[in-house]
């Protein structure tokens, strides 16, 4: 019966793998020998579609898209030994949107599997590595989109793409000194975004500067644009209307209130972090910004939650690739118990991508669905009901709400009699620490490296803006802070306005 | 009772088109067939599960003068009769097991009738060209996202309203988790945790052919009707080899769930068969379970009739049952397997069965400890579906009338016989009976332009003929061999047009032999010339210029000829006077000697038989001849 299978697999493969038709040679050397492996070594490939129409107002850039996002000059890959050369029969929506204002892709970039993972380790192709660390060094560049932040701060590119589930755009900004925005949710199009955890996963877009990505998403128009192929993607109607909600000009510095969440004040926190939070706080303070401490009382559950909700959507999401139709088929036949994958599964998948299919199976199953999956998704809502409670601004996506002051923790500090204060924005260190060696990271256990995205993961589980800016307080230190900015629903606009203020105030 | 076309009613809902039928295009022939399919096969299947006898007789057009029975009194006669005949037969007695009671519940798998798959805009298809109609997300290619196609919920949602059930106004899609082949994306998106349509009950009734145990009627609950995506096909081939056609993967399905209230195998086979009606009487399903577009999995348990805790038994599910014979099979083989296992002091495995048709025991395919953890789990990249009361309300009005209501009227109103008027529903995928209609309407129409009769005819004497005409002259056609030109099939639109006999020329043919201007000879050569595409213009034409006028002889003469024929028989005609059972075939005998005494061509038999019966009566009395005539 095995053997059949084998063969099963060849109608199918035919006519959607055709990889080995369109290849017209390889990559430029000097990126798949680069000591950084921030690019993935792939096939150049012949397009199937003809290029976007550009745009008239499109200026040439250079972009690196990640490669969990298909391109069809590009294998993508995912980092998965599962999706060798997988040739993808169709663009994604925001390459082609940039594309069509520009861009010309330059490469791949590498990441962990299919997005699982913090530091850019977990790959098929192996570590990327810091640009920023010294010579003979090997640092994490912070991940899952670490080549994409990489092939930025080295130059290679003007702009990368990259995803950010739970802070996998923000977090390797943070590590290499450039500035990662994690749209709303909804905004920009995951169509042609190989998911990892669809209810969490934003595409995000990472500059050495916030003004490329300002230009881009709000000056061309991208925010407005729906992609009737992603089921996720706001309506025209929506847009607008979430749009009429807030200003799209951040105004003076002394009419905004910036929140500074006690929670996030962990004793994880490096000291050094925490002052360039401080400073950064203080600068905008004496600028005449309204600084306050707030309170999201449900953040420290906010990671248990992110670990049972993205492993359980993995665990479904990566049940296509079984070997029919993705994947490699092994030579030894899976008679044995009657399974026909695991084979499959167990030699393309890497460890950490393995570990978070099982976690996400485990929370799916019947015994252990209403303890795990169903209590992490009331989580979630609490998450975002704190969110909604230190806002100005509503949610647009919900009617307003009211908030019970019994609801709220006690030592709640109120502002007038309509309760506590509201702010604009939340800011945030992105990351707990400095990043860490690669050597250092082996030693840890999974869940000490999980710990890493603490501060990025709330934002996601909300699906809030978020955007992080590297803060250097002295110039002579090796990395920068990065400093997250976390703005309401739709208020994406000013975010970026104010993450461009904070930076160029911090670097004067 | 004119059937509203689906794509007519999608269009109009979801894209708010009006129809240009009607109006514009009033007589143009909708350009959708419907598939032959159901010509031959319903009423094999209908008649194998039916019990009472068949009289060869039910044939002939013999309607307009038979008695009329009310309905009731009818339908226990037949029941009765059943009963009779299935003490007698093998599977009669298969329907209890002394000291035990069955409990069955089903789930019915049917492919909605509608153009794009659940998912994604690739068109659904029945025997296209494999892998031809594949979208990206139905191979689950990565990146790939589902889109939901919003026509499918029209033809859902009035399943779900035939069956009664209560339209939730918020549902949501699940996906259940199992890795096989024939699934690209390692689960089937379904509405687990909130389905669609809840609450929902079908009303079996004796004429269904349910166990006489069941008595006149039984009510079965509707769980559920969820909306779900189809696998895709293996195409077994030699050697172990199987090709997969994806062109079935993400095809909708509804998934139809029973409450566990059927007792006996014979009325569970009839709950498939009805549903299978229904869904064709509103036009949601594509086709019958015989060509695969609807199964059923069967969940079975017993328990001994005497169990004071009433517990029911555990359940074993058999899988995939393709045919309605094959649940009624199934069932009983089941239900003894457990038995004989229970009484045996043995227990019965929570397991999974299968069954191949003609076989006479279900198979274990797994067991309780081999089953799968669906994992359901909701799905992130679709929305609730939301369904507003509005949809629901306007499906609700123009829902095709069902058939138990159409049956009612068509033999309680148009004096059709049960067994012809479940016929002309079933025919054709419904569009028989509505040909019928289009035929009626003309007719009578006809029949009340004359301006010279003053009282209109009865509706059932002339629907009864236009039935059997409809039904019976219009089946022989296709088994005549009539030459080259016979296409061999009639073929009938959804709303009941028929090119090859349009429903003008059938009224116009009818019209002349109900008034009998026409002998019903001459009506069946005239329908064959119609349907062989003869006649050149028209019925009426057909019949002045070749002169097929009836030209009916005077009452005078009819008596002439009974006289005539009566001469010389005098030994039989005593035996009117005497007999117990009245002597039908020598009045026969006698009226053929009326029609071979007199010009053939210009007697009316049933009037030659009215006259020969009346002038017997006269002449030697009896006592049935008085109460028939």
Redesign the interface.
């Known amino acids: 019966m095995t053997a059949a299978l084998v063969r099963r697999r060849a109608l199918t493969q035919t006519r959607w793998n055709v990889n080995h038709n369109r290849s017209i040679g390889r990559l430029p050397l000097r990126r798949s020998q680069s000591t950084l492996n921030h690019f993935v070594a792939s096939t150049k490939l012949q397009p199937i579609s003809p290029p976007p129409q550009p745009r008239p107002d499109a200026r040439p850039f250079r972009l690196a898209v990640k490669d969990n996002i298909t391109t069809e000059e590009f294998p993508t890959q995912c980092a998965s030994g599962i999706l060798g050369q997988h040739a993808s029969p169709f663009e994604a929506t925001i390459v082609r949107q940039l594309r069509a204002r520009g861009a010309s892709v330059v490469g791949k970039t590498n990441m962990d599997e299919f997005g699982m993972g913090s530091h850019s380790t977990h790959s098929i192709h192996g570590p990327v590595r810091n640009p920023l660390a010294a010579t003979g060094e090997d640092v994490s560049a912070g991940g899952s989109s670490g080549g994409s932040a990489v092939a930025v701060a080295v130059g290679d590119a003007d702009v990368a793409l990259g995803t950010d589930t739970g802070g996998s755009v923000r977090l390797p900004a943070a590590y290499t000194g450039i500035v990662g925005y994690k749209p709303s949710y909804g905004m920009l199009s995951r169509f042609g975004v190989v998911p990892y955890a669809n209810s969490l996963d934003t595409v995000g877009l990472l500059a050495r500067d916030v003004e490329p990505i300002r230009k881009l998403v709000f000056d061309t128009g991208l925010y407005e644009e729906h992609d009737p192929n992603d089921p996720t993607s706001l309506s025209v109607e929506t847009r607008q209307r979430c749009s009429k909600a807030s200003s799209p000009y951040l105004p003076d510095l002394s009419q905004l209130t910036i929140g500074i969440p006690v929670e996030y004040n962990i004793a994880e926190l490096d000291p050094s972090i925490r002052e360039a939070w401080v400073a950064t706080a203080s600068a905008l303070e004496s600028q005449g910004a309204r600084v306050v401490p707030v309170s999201l009382p449900s953040t420290k559950e906010a990671l248990c939650a992110y670990y049972i909700l993205a492993p359980a959507e993995a665990s479904s999401n990566l049940a296509k690739y079984d070997g029919v139709r993705y994947g490699i088929r092994g030579s030894e036949g899976d008679a044995a118990g009657e399974t026909l994958y695991s084979e499959t599964r167990g030699a393309g998948f890497g460890a950490e991508v393995k570990r978070r299919i099982l976690l996400g199976t485990y929370s799916l199953s019947s015994e252990a669905m209403d303890n795990y999956f169903i209590q992490a998704q009331k989580i979630r809502r609490l998450i975002q009901r704190d969110f909604d409670r230190v806002f100005k601004l509503d949610n647009p996506l919900y009617e307003p709400r009211q908030f019970d002051l019994s609801e709220m923790s006690s030592d709640t500090a109120l502002e007038d009699k309509q309760g506590p204060v509201q702010v604009d924005f939340l800011l945030s260190p992105t990351a707990p620490t400095y990043p860490p060696k690669l050597s250092d990271i082996q030693k840890r256990s999974s869940v000490d490296v999980y710990m890493n995205d603490v501060l990025t993961v709330p934002a996601s589980l909300a699906g809030l803006p978020a955007v992080s800016v590297p803060v250097k307080i002295d110039q002579s230190d090796q990395f920068p802070a990065g400093l997250q900015v976390i703005a309401q629903y739709w208020d994406d606009r000013r975010l970026l306005a104010l993450g461009d203020k904070v930076m160029k105030l911090m670097a004067a | 009772m004119s059937r509203r076309s689906l794509g007519e009613l999608s269009s109009y809902l979801l894209e708010g088109r009006l129809s240009q039928r009607g109006c514009i295009n009033g007589r143009r022939l909708s350009s959708r067939t419907v598939p032959v399919w159901p010509s031959l096969r319903p009423p094999n299947a209908l008649r194998r599960l039916h019990t009472q006898p068949e009289p060869a007789t039910t044939a002939t057009a013999t309607a307009p003068q038979a008695s009329h029975v009310p309905l009731r009194k009818q339908l226990k006669e037949q029941a009765k009769q059943a009963k009779k005949q299935g003490k007698k037969k093998a599977k009669g007695d298969s329907q209890t097991a002394d000291g035990w009671e069955l409990t069955v519940g089903i789930e019915i798998h049917a492919q909605l009738n509608t153009s794009r798959k659940l998912f994604s805009p690739a068109a659904t298809s029945f025997n296209d060209e494999p892998?031809s109609h594949v979208a990206?997300f139905d191979?689950?290619?990565?990146?790939?996202?589902?889109?939901?196609q919003k026509e499918a919920l029209i033809p859902a949602i009035r399943a779900a309203l035939a069956l009664n059930c209560e339209i939730q106004p918020v549902s949501r899609f699940d996906?259940k988790?199992y890795?096989w082949?024939d699934q690209?994306?390692?689960?089937q998106i379904t509405q687990f945790y909130e389905p669609f349509a809840k609450r929902g009950h079908i009303t079996l009734l004796a004429r269904d052919g349910i166990a006489v145990e069941d008595g006149e009627s039984v009510t079965i609950g509707i769980k559920q009707v969820q909306l779900e995506q189809d696998t895709a096909k293996t195409l077994a081939q030699a050697?172990?080899?199987?090709?997969?056609d994806?062109n079935r993967v993400g095809v909708p399905l509804i998934e139809i769930i029973t409450e566990p209230e059927i007792h006996h195998p014979r009325t569970a086979a009839v709950l498939v068969r009805k549903i299978q009606l229904l869904l064709s009487t509103v036009d949601s399903c594509v086709s019958g379970m015989e060509t695969g577009g609807l199964r059923a999995d069967v969940n079975v348990s017993v328990r001994r009739t005497d169990d004071p805790s009433k517990k029911l038994g555990t359940r074993t599910e058999i899988k995939n049952l393709s045919t309605i014979r094959a649940v009624e099979d199934a069932i009983i083989a089941e239900r003894d397997r457990q038995i004989q296992q229970l009484e045996a002091g043995g227990v019965i495995a929570g397991e999974t069965r299968g069954w191949t048709v003609g076989s006479k025991e279900t198979r274990r395919l797994r067991g309780k400890e081999g089953e799968v953890?669906y994992?359901?789990?909701p799905d992130?990249?679709?929305?609730p579906l939301v369904i507003g009361k509005d949809l629901v309300q306007h499906l609700q009005t123009s829902l095709a009338v069902l058939p138990d209501t159409e049956l009612d009227k068509l033999v309680d109103h148009y004096g059709l016989t049960p067994k012809d008027a479940l016929s002309l529903i079933t025919l054709d995928n419904g569009a028989r009976v509505q040909y019928f209609y289009r035929v009626l309407a003309l007719l009578e129409s006809k029949l009340q332009a004359e301006p010279d009769i003053a009282e209109s005819p009865e509706v059932k004497s002339y629907a009864t003929l236009a039935g059997n005409w409809i039904l019976h002259e219009l089946g022989r056609l296709t088994t005549y061999k009539a030459g080259p030109l016979a296409s061999g099939d009639l073929s009938f639109t959804q709303l009941g047009e028929c090119a090859q006999v349009p429903e003008e020329d059938l009224s116009q043919l009818l019209y002349h032999l109900y008034r009998k201007h026409i002998t019903g000879k001459v009506a069946k050569e005239l329908l064959m010339a119609v349907y062989l595409g003869e006649l050149e213009g028209g019925v009426l034409e057909a019949i002045e210029s070749n002169d097929l006028w009836f030209k009916e002889i005077s009452q005078h003469e009819y008596e002439a000829l009974a006289a005539a024929a009566a001469e010389g028989e005098d030994k039989m005609l005593e035996e009117f006077a005497d007999a117990d059972r009245y002597p039908r075939g020598k009045l026969m005998y006698l009226v053929g000697k009326m029609m071979r005494l007199g010009p053939t061509e210009r007697i009316d038999p049933a009037t030659a038989e009215k006259t020969m019966k009346l002038w017997i009566e006269r002449h030697h009395g009896g006592p049935e001849a008085a109460r028939l005539v």
Request: overall charge neutral; cysteine-free; charged content about 10%.
């Open positions: 892998n990206l191979v689950a290619m990565p990146g790939s996202q589902p889109l939901f996906r988790h890795f082949w690209p994306s390692g689960y050697g172990s080899v199987h090709w997969l994806f953890d994992r359901y789990m992130p990249d679709l929305a």
